[in-house]
């Protein structure tokens, strides 16, 4: 991003600048309410998004988003420096995934699906 770009976001103003396509705008508003834990209850946010994003894009944004904040939290919490002085090899950047483990694992899961998901109440 430019610093331009990070400028625009920094100002909680990024909806009206020029600087970001009409999906990056989406993709950021969903990321926001993603990380404040108020998609939930924001069908006008969900409805902007899926506008522009298919289910199956917005299932990874949010699956995205998820990862993205569980992984800061576990940082912060453990107060692991994300830029020590050893490098990206310290935080275990550059490790690959097995794709034929990522496979096993993946028809686990799809294995194991439920055909119904429990209903949670609406707050």
Request: hydrophobic share 40%; net charge negative; glycine share 4%.
């Amino acid at each position: 991003m430019t610093e331009e770009e990070l400028a625009a976001l920094r100002s909680d103003d990024y909806m009206a600048s020029g600087l970001f396509t009409d999906r990056e705008k989406a993709a950021i508003l969903w990321a926001e309410h993603v990380t404040l834990n108020t998609a939930k209850f924001r069908d006008d946010v969900f409805q902007q998004v899926a506008a522009v994003f298919s289910e199956a894009e917005i299932v990874e944004l949010t699956t995205l988003s998820a990862f993205r904040n569980m992984r800061n939290r576990m940082h912060d919490s453990l107060q692991i420096d994300l830029d020590p002085p050893s490098g990206a090899a310290a935080v275990g950047a550059g490790s690959r995934v097995d794709p034929e483990g990522l496979k096993r694992y993946l028809r686990v899961l799809v294995d194991n699906w439920p055909d119904e998901f429990p209903q949670a109440p609406r707050e």
